[in-house]
Nanobody
Framework: VQLVESGGGSVQAGGSLRLSCSSS????????MGWFRRAAGKEREGVAV???????RYADSVRGRFTISRDNTNNTLYLRMVNLKPEDTAMYYC?????????????????WGQGTQVTVS
C-alpha cells in the first residue's frame, strides 16, 4: 500500500488548509484511514480516523476545527483544517489499515505515508 500526502504548507493562526492522501489500496472494502501528526520533540499522535462507512473519531484537541472525510471511489482521504493554531504545527501523516473498527492509535495502523508539513505561525 502506498500513501501520498499533499496540501501542507505555512499559514497564519486562524487560517485553513486541506490535506489530501492518495492511496494505492482499494478503500471500498472494510478499512480504516486516518491522520496522525508529530510535532518536533513529541510522539506521533492521532488526529482523526474514519472507517469505510464514514464513522469518525477525533482527538479532543482538534474536534470542531478539523473534519476528516474519504472518497472511496477515488481512494482518497482528506483532512479539512480550520481555525489553525500554532500548536497544530507538525508533520501530518496519512495511515491505512484493512480492518473493521477504527482506533485513534498509532499501533492500529500498518501503512503510512511520508508526511506533509503544516506550520502555523
Amino acid at each position: 500500500v502506498q500513501l501520498v500526502e499533499s496540501g501542507g504548507g505555512s499559514v497564519q493562526a486562524g487560517g485553513s488548509l486541506r490535506l489530501s492522501c492518495s492511496s494505492s489500496a482499494y478503500t471500498q472494502s472494510s478499512s480504516c484511514m486516518g491522520w496522525f501528526r508529530r510535532a518536533a520533540g513529541k510522539e506521533r499522535e492521532g488526529v482523526a480516523v474514519i472507517d469505510t462507512d464514514g464513522k469518525k473519531r477525533y482527538a479532543d484537541s482538534v474536534r470542531g476545527r478539523f473534519t476528516i472525510s474519504r472518497d472511496n471511489t477515488n481512494n482518497t482521504l482528506y483532512l479539512r483544517m480550520v481555525n489553525l493554531k500554532p500548536e497544530d504545527t507538525a508533520m501530518y501523516y496519512c495511515a491505512f489499515e484493512a480492518r473493521f473498527g477504527c482506533l485513534l492509535r498509532v499501533d492500529s495502523f500498518s501503512y503510512w505515508g511520508q508526511g506533509t508539513q503544516v506550520t502555523v505561525s
